[in-house]
């Protein structure tokens, strides 16, 4: 079966074209195409699941030769690659199905499923290139689908803006990712930047090149992933329609950073710096972001910060890497890539599902006590929310916990090997990471009460934002503060088993699958093997208590009518308000590096006016009239006259010539 | 095959005395009619030639004569010789006229009213004269080329152009006719010096001849590395001129004042294949016949092409005028590509070759947008412009396609050349790769900064109320439906707004086309160029005292090198 693999791809970009092309004819079954197109690669990919044995390659085709660089097109099956292709394409279905109801009677209808077919295509490829080059590729490529998804309401200068600012963000970090490529190409022998060729050749480079290449990949994936500097691109990304936000910005195309970090293990293994950094960027990104998420009134931008928060947690997996805890490590940050990219597409459709009902409107503060009214979104949203704050025996439990285990692992194994800096930095990353836990399960459950607990609240109809927003009149509109329709019910439903099934099935104490998969990877098989760990239960204990603290303050502030919440933002006015506006980092961006480059942008053109052309003019005003003096006899022979010039360079050209 | 070649490039100049010969009696159909047929003509006669070029060969083909005596005698003596010939390099850039020019016939469609069969005459006359630039095989055909092409151009900006047309074009006019004179210099000194100390010891006008003898040359200062070398010299006097064209910077200041004043026909030129003849020119003398000067020179040429590309961008980002913002992404995309044959190696040489190929599609196409634009608003001013998306999705698309191939997105053709070109000169220097990088960043803010301004948001046009006029809503939503993106709006569609014409589409579709097969199946267009290019290289690495990555073996001996070091 792994020899179809190619088909994974191939499906969704035809179904894309095939959208792109004809599928304004199809009117409101435009979705259908795109539907059937990412449902059979899910097909194709789970008989990629069951048929890899071993990792595999296949060469499809030369892409780029210019010069001696060669880029192939050249996909790759391996447990990393086994593992994403179906998840993807699961939740990409999902989400497409989902869509065909959200996006109901959307002008751009056609426009939407093209472009999430094109996602699919290039997310896919992302996973399935054999080639760090090829990767890159589809890397930018899914970076210009998530530019054209957030920009889709093109009319909203607010997604306009967010769509570009997502793009620059994401190409601040593509440098780092070239560059990255760069140094590689030219440290390989034979230019050849595919996976087992690299992974091939690790002995005849030197750690310093590889730390510096490994650092420029995680700059790449900070920005990709969202993770300090460079996350302040996602939360301005939820000015994309709500499916889009579940699919891209939660489930698949966020985690690309983890996967490229993951991929890379091998050419990382042995340079000890290099896990702490990860570690610790991770630890703060997740702390930073749970903090903001405290306070946000829009539903959306909570589950963003979760999101951000989330993926934290995940390079805190891969950052435990340090001596012989590599592998458990690898396996600890991919899982929790693996569970939450169900319950957080659950938790964003669950908001889009809201948000239908609600005539788009998505701040918290306008509605409220929903439960009666949308049964099924509020049942699939408390589980999602319980799997979001690790609570046993949901999904996000498991891989939350592996995620802490591999980071008390990481310390014991630093203490053992003597380096006790980095042994207490990451017992400290672990208590962190354990404050983080709690701090999630509060932010969930308070959007969770929010929304579904208290008085039943509903937007006016006159409410101006949700008359205006997305061309949607909801007056007129039949599911206007009802339970959304079966088509978009049922993702809900799907992923709501997955959300509660997908950690217990898999994880290390119970069948350890996923392990399993994941060590059949390229260049995997020469990483320390791991010895072997007992359920570690101190871990297992803090963490769900932390997260049910957190669970249990949100219901004392938000469960019923309390003016707490109020009192405490008195209370603690300076710490509100940071967190409300997120510590300023957009505008202390703005300020330090937008702000700058714009001015330097004037700088030019004044310059460019003034400075260079200035220059050239006044040398111009001395053959000016002569010139002049030409234009005004177009009709009269400047032909012959300049032929006559050049007659004459000629003449002299051979003058010279003969006389040499 | 040769006479083809010479019938190709003919083509075009007898449509243009056809046409300006006849200038009193044509009327406007039947002389757009008469430019649009010669130019598709020329296009399907060409078209044989690309078939047939035999992409392993890295010496001219299509030629009559055979080394030592290419092309056809012209003047006894000296043996100047009419001489054409294609070769990988010069091949793409040949075709690339070709289709540029019928996307500026379709440009000039309905924009110019008055001495139409002039405006054509001129377009054929400059056809003509690129094509045989690009296929002249003796330095005395390629120099008459070169300054002819000028002729035209000076009176398509200074007749049909903007309001400042004039400044433009003496500004444009001077420019060349200083940098041509440098660059005759330098030729006549290669020919002179080639006559008397190559291994024939004969006087030769042929570029491959001689650039095979200066190879050859057993003459001791002209292998001189100094700074007062002939090599160095003679770098610089060709350069002079090539530079002006590419432009380079500090060089570039005609380039935005002519563009904003030319005619779109006249900027999808001036960008799409002009621009070029100072790369091929860069290509074809200063890196094939004087290496050394270019590797003496090269912190130079390293740190103009850098401070280009990012100036260039930086300029752009600041610029209201849509049109200015083109023609500074030109300047900083003409950066990119200099530095990629600044690189010395293989990978970045092709790589800045097929980039200007890329460069003529994304501009040309960029440009034939604009043109769109202006012709239904009449400004080019972004800020009064917006949400034009629901207005011409057609044209969406197109702007859409063609700023994301510009700013090298993998899978449109922009990537094909920028990423070689980087690597390229990383592997050169990596400080210079590195600081041309964050052109990549800059490129896309100004790029998609123009994008958000000009077809997102609220729709935005100029000099109409918001009245609400019934009778044209109708018509416009008709017009507008031809996608699936109308999404109409009530009180802005007050105006008749033209859907794109045929003549626009034709123009603008096929580099679109373009850009994609370029993207994702470059080989076709990559593999005539690439054993050119090794040619050049290789003697790069001749004179190289450590050699640098020409071809993949180079990264390996770098890497040898370094344990070597410790």
């Not at chain 1, 993770?227 to 329609?241: F, R, S």
């Not at chain 1, 969930?444 to 929304?451: P, V």
């Not at chain 2, 950066?335 to 980039?355: P, R, S, V």
Request: glycine content about 10%.
């Amino acid at each position: 079966m792994t020899h179809n693999a190619w088909l994974v791809p191939a499906l969704p970009l035809v179904a894309s074209l095939l959208t792109a092309l004809f599928g304004h004819r199809l009117g409101k079954n435009a979705h259908w195409p795109v539907v059937a197109g990412i449902g059979s690669a899910f097909l194709v990919s789970l008989g990629v699941l069951f048929g890899m044995e071993h990792p595999e390659k296949f060469l499809l085709m030369d892409w780029i030769h210019v010069g001696s660089l060669q880029i192939p097109l050249e996909f790759g099956v391996d447990g990393l690659t086994a593992m994403m292709l179906p998840m993807v394409t699961f939740i990409a279905t999902l989400v497409a199905l989902f869509a065909a109801g959200y996006m109901a009677g959307d002008p751009g209808y056609t426009r939407f499923f093209s472009v999430v077919g094109l996602f699919v295509f290039s997310m896919t490829g992302l996973v399935l290139s054999n080639n760090y080059i090829l990767t890159y590729g589809f890397w930018e490529c899914v970076g210009a689908c998530s530019y054209l998804l957030i920009g889709f309401w093109h009319e909203k200068p607010s997604a306009a803006a967010a769509a570009k600012k997502a793009f620059l963000v994401n190409r601040v970090g593509d440098l780092g990712f070239a560059i990255g490529l760069f140094w590689l190409w030219t440290i390989i022998p034979d230019g050849n930047l595919s996976y087992d060729n690299v992974f091939g050749m690790l002995k005849s480079l030197n750690e310093t090149d590889r730390l510096g290449i490994g650092l420029l990949f995680f700059w790449a994936a900070t920005a990709k992933s969202a993770q300090m500097p460079l996350y302040v691109w996602l939360p301005d990304a939820m000015e994309g329609p709500t499916p889009v936000s579940a699919l891209i910005h939660a489930a698949t195309m966020v985690t690309a950073g983890v996967y490229l970090i993951a991929r890379s293990t091998p050419l990382l293994v042995g340079i000890d710096s290099m896990a702490p950094i990860v570690a610790s960027i991770g630890c703060l990104t997740a702390v930073m972001a749970g903090f903001y998420a405290l306070t946000q009134t829009d539903l959306k931008r909570v589950l963003a910060y979760s999101t951000i928060s989330q993926i934290g947690f995940m390079f805190m997996g891969i950052g435990s890497g340090v001596g012989s805890v590599v592998q458990f490590a690898v396996v600890a940050g991919m899982f929790h890539l693996f569970t939450h990219a169900f319950f957080k597409a659950l938790l964003f459709l669950g908001s889009g599902s809201v948000m239908h009902a609600m005539g788009h409107v998505i701040d918290m503060r306008r509605f409220g006590g929903l439960r009666h009214r949308m049964p099924i979104t509020c049942w699939t949203f408390l589980v999602g929310s319980l799997a979001l704050a690790g609570l046993p025996p949901l999904s996000g439990f498991w891989s939350k916990d592996e995620v802490l285990a591999a980071l008390s692992q990481a310390s014991h194994a630093s203490e053992a090997s003597g380096n006790h800096g980095v042994a207490s930095l990451y017992s400290m990353i672990y208590w962190v990471a354990i404050f983080t836990a709690g701090m999630t399960a509060f932010y969930t459950f308070r959007a969770f009460f929010k929304t579904f607990f208290g008085p039943e609240k509903l937007p006016s109809p006159t409410d101006p934002e949700a008359a205006h927003d997305d061309h949607h009149h909801h007056g007129d509109d039949p599911y206007f503060g009802k339970e959304s329709p079966f088509v978009m019910t049922l993702p809900l439903q799907i992923l709501a088993f997955c959300a509660v099934f997908a950690g217990m099935v898999f994880a290390e104490p119970t069948t350890g699958w996923f392990a399993h998969l994941v060590e059949h990877s390229v260049g995997f098989t020469e990483l320390p093997h791991p010895e072997s760990h007992g359920f570690d239960w101190v871990t297992a204990i803090l963490g769900t208590s932390s997260g049910l603290i957190g669970l249990g303050l949100a219901y004392m502030m938000y469960g019923k009518p309390s003016d707490l919440p109020s009192r405490l933002a008195k209370t603690f006015r300076p710490v509100y308000e940071a967190s409300l506006n997120k510590l300023w980092v957009d505008q202390i961006y703005h300020a330090m590096f937008v702000a700058p480059i714009l001015a330097l942008a004037q700088v030019c053109r004044y310059f460019d006016t003034y400075g260079v052309d200035g220059l050239v003019r006044s040398v111009a005003l001395i053959p000016r009239n002569i010139a002049t003096g030409l234009l005004l006899r177009f009709q009269n022979g400047v032909i012959q006259a300049y032929a006559g010039v050049a007659a004459l360079a000629i003449v002299g050209l051979l003058f010279i010539l003969v006389f040499t | 095959m040769p006479s083809l070649l010479i019938l190709t490039i003919l083509l075009p100049l007898v449509g243009a005395i056809v046409l300006f010969a006849g200038q009193a009696k044509l009327d406007r159909g039947t002389a757009r009619n008469i430019a649009l047929g010669v130019v598709l003509a020329t296009l399907v006669v060409g078209l044989p030639l690309v078939f047939q070029f035999d992409q392993s060969v890295s010496g001219p083909q299509f030629a009559f004569g055979k080394a030592g005596a290419w092309g056809l005698p012209w003047i006894g003596t000296p043996d100047i010789r009419l001489a054409f010939g294609l070769d990988g390099i010069s091949i793409g850039l040949f075709v690339l006229t070709n289709l540029l020019m019928v996307s500026a016939v379709c440009a000039s469609w309905e924009s110019i009213q008055e001495r139409v069969a002039l405006h054509y005459a001129l377009l054929l006359f400059l056809h003509s004269g690129l094509l045989g630039l690009f296929a002249s095989l003796d330095i005395v055909l390629f120099y008459i080329f070169f300054e002819f092409t000028l002729i035209p151009l000076f009176f398509l900006v200074g007749i049909f152009g903007g309001p400042d047309r004039r400044r433009a074009s003496v500004t444009l006019f001077i420019y060349t006719v200083v940098g041509g004179m440098l660059t005759l210099m330098g030729l006549i000194l290669l020919v002179s010096l080639h006559a008397q100390y190559g291994p024939l010891h004969k006087l030769s006008f042929s570029i491959p001849d001689i650039t095979e003898g200066l190879r050859q040359m057993r003459w001791e200062p002209w292998a001189s590395e100094s700074l007062l070398g002939w090599q160095t010299l003679i770098f610089i006097l060709l350069f002079a001129g090539f530079a002006i064209k590419v432009p380079l910077f500090p060089f570039h200041s005609w380039l935005p004042l002519a563009h904003v004043e030319a005619p779109t026909a006249g900027s999808i030129l001036l960008a799409g294949v002009l621009l070029k003849v100072g790369g091929y020119g860069i290509i074809r003398f200063n890196l094939g016949m004087t290496p050394v000067g270019a590797k003496v020179l090269f912190p130079l040429l390293a740190i103009l092409a850098v401070t280009g590309a990012i100036y260039g961008a930086l300029a752009a980002l600041a610029q209201k005028d849509i049109k200015r913002l083109v023609a500074y992404s030109s300047v900083s995309h003409m950066g990119i590509i200099c530095l990629g044959l600044f690189a010395l190696n293989a990978t970045g040489i092709a790589g800045g070759t097929i980039q200007m190929i890329n460069h003529g599609l994304t501009t040309g196409a960029l440009f034939a947008c604009v043109g769109v634009i202006y012709e239904r608003y009449h400004t080019r001013d972004m800020s009064a412009l917006g949400g034009l998306w629901n207005r011409m999705p057609k044209l969406a698309f197109f702007l859409m396609v063609a700023a994301l191939g510009s700013i090298a997105l993998p899978g449109l053709n922009g990537f094909v050349g920028e990423f070689p070109i980087l690597i390229g000169m990383y592997a050169t220097s990596p400080v210079a790769g590195i600081l041309a990088g964050t052109s990549m960043i800059l490129g896309a803010f100004y790029t998609l900064w123009m994008v958000q301004r000009v077809l997102f948001g609220p729709l935005r046009e100029p000099g109409h109320g918001h009245h609400v006029d019934h009778e044209h809503v109708g018509s416009v939503e008709a017009h507008s439906g031809h996608g699936h993106d109308d999404h109409g709006h009530h009180a802005e569609h007050s105006i008749q707004i033209d859907p794109l014409g045929w003549h626009e589409v034709l123009g603008i579709a096929p580099l679109i086309l373009f850009i994609f097969v370029i993207g994702l199946r470059p080989g076709p267009f990559v593999d005539p160029i690439n054993p050119a290019v090794e040619k050049i290289a290789a003697g790069m690495v001749d004179v190289r005292s450590k050699p640098l990555s020409a071809n993949a073996k180079t990264p390996a001996a770098k890497a040898s090198a370094k344990p070597a070091a410790h």
